[in-house]
């Protein structure tokens, strides 16, 4: 049996972001009703014109500060009548704000049936560790790090840091607490998410940190040998994880897991050689994209490696190729004249 099927209200915290918005299209499309939290009224406006055409399954909710205990509580009391599930997703995942959102959904959600958490890779792997790593390993080395150096620490070991301990703040919530509740927990862990933009941006200066390092890859300078030749991580299609999300709604046995998304590794080269390999180029305003160290990826070692079999096995998720997300960046950009 089916978490939920389309007719049923979906939450969707933090609405405007890169991921969120295209979890919101995807759930519209599927036939769904949504409810999208924002942090002002004027983010959401753009939401209500780009959604426009769905206007009767389409709401923004304000919420000011989701780290604020009972921020969610009012907007979950609204919807006890509804058949919701409730998917939340967050960029940068405090523990206070993870607790302070479970904390809503013990007290008022009672028709909730699942919460979809997007968490990170960043709190799967460890840097330095050569393995294939899977749903078991936790970032500790990201965490202990912080603590030892504590402002010192490098800010990507931050961001690590922070990912590990708002997921696992997550989990401690819900397995001291799901005796008593009604609903069941399912996190999603995504790598470097690549590919189209559809929230509001006015320029690549406005790009998230994963898709603007893609843009300054594949439309920059940066000869940089190491860089393109060694460096890199694994990815996965921003329409993939709007899509891991629907499905880990909908399969009953994505309740309780922990489950990894990702398409594969990368070093930074194959996205060079991939986006000068398109023809028609689908950016035709740079006819001189960096040529870098061509075919370099074949032969490089794998930056990092998932198990996704988990993924496969409850999911059935399928990922876009680098082909495919490499065309539609670019072609989404050159749509933005950049």
């Given at each position: 049996m089916p978490t939920v099927t389309p007719g049923d209200k979906i939450l969707v915290s933090g609405a405007n972001g890169y991921i969120a918005i295209w979890v919101v299209r995807r759930f519209l499309e599927k036939g769904y009703a949504v409810r999208g939290t924002v942090r002002s009224a004027d983010k959401g406006k753009y939401l209500e014109e780009y959604f426009k055409s769905y206007s009767d399954k389409f709401e923004i909710v304000v919420v000011q500060d989701i780290t604020k205990e009972g921020a969610?509580?009012?907007?979950?009391?609204?919807?006890?009548?509804?058949?919701?599930?409730?998917m939340l997703q967050l960029y940068k995942p405090a523990v206070n704000g993870t607790v302070s959102i479970l904390k809503s959904a013990q007290k008022n959600g009672s028709n909730v049936k699942r919460v979809v958490m997007t968490s990170s890779a960043a709190s799967v792997l460890e840097i330095?560790?050569?393995?294939?790593?899977?749903?078991?390993?936790?970032?500790?080395?990201?965490?202990?790090e912080v603590k030892e150096q504590g402002d010192a620490a490098h800010g990507m070991t931050k961001y690590r840091a922070s990912k590990t301990l708002a997921e696992k703040a997550a989990w401690e919530f819900y397995n001291t607490n799901k005796a008593n509740l009604k609903w069941d927990l399912s996190i999603l862990?995504?790598?470097?998410?690549?590919?189209?933009?559809?929230h509001e941006l006015e320029s690549p200066d406005a790009l998230n940190t994963?898709?603007?390092?893609?843009?300054?890859?594949?439309?920059?300078?940066?000869?940089?040998?190491t860089f393109l030749k060694v460096q890199g991580s694994a990815y996965i299609d921003v329409r993939d994880v709007a899509e891991a999300h629907t499905l880990a709604l909908e399969k009953e046995a994505a309740g309780g897991e922990r489950i990894i998304i990702s398409a594969g590794s990368y070093v930074w080269q194959d996205w060079l050689d991939v986006a000068r390999s398109l023809s028609p180029s689908p950016i035709p305003s740079h006819p001189d994209l960096p040529v870098g160290f061509p075919g370099a990826g074949a032969t490089a070692k794998p930056p990092v490696r998932y198990d996704?079999?988990?993924?496969?096995r409850?999911?059935?998720?399928?990922?876009?190729?680098?082909?495919?997300?490499?065309?539609?960046?670019?072609?989404?950009?050159?749509?933005?004249?950049?």
């Open positions: 969610f509580d009012e907007m979950l009391l609204h919807t006890q009548r509804l058949r919701s599930t409730w330095g560790v050569d393995k294939i790593f899977t749903e078991a390993n936790w970032n500790e080395l990201a965490v202990r862990n995504p790598p470097f998410v690549f590919g189209p933009a559809i994963s898709l603007r390092q893609w843009y300054d890859a594949v439309l920059g300078n940066n000869q940089n040998e996704t079999s988990k993924a496969q409850i999911l059935g998720l399928k990922y876009r190729t680098k082909v495919e997300v490499t065309r539609d960046t670019l072609a989404d950009f050159e749509r933005r004249g950049w």
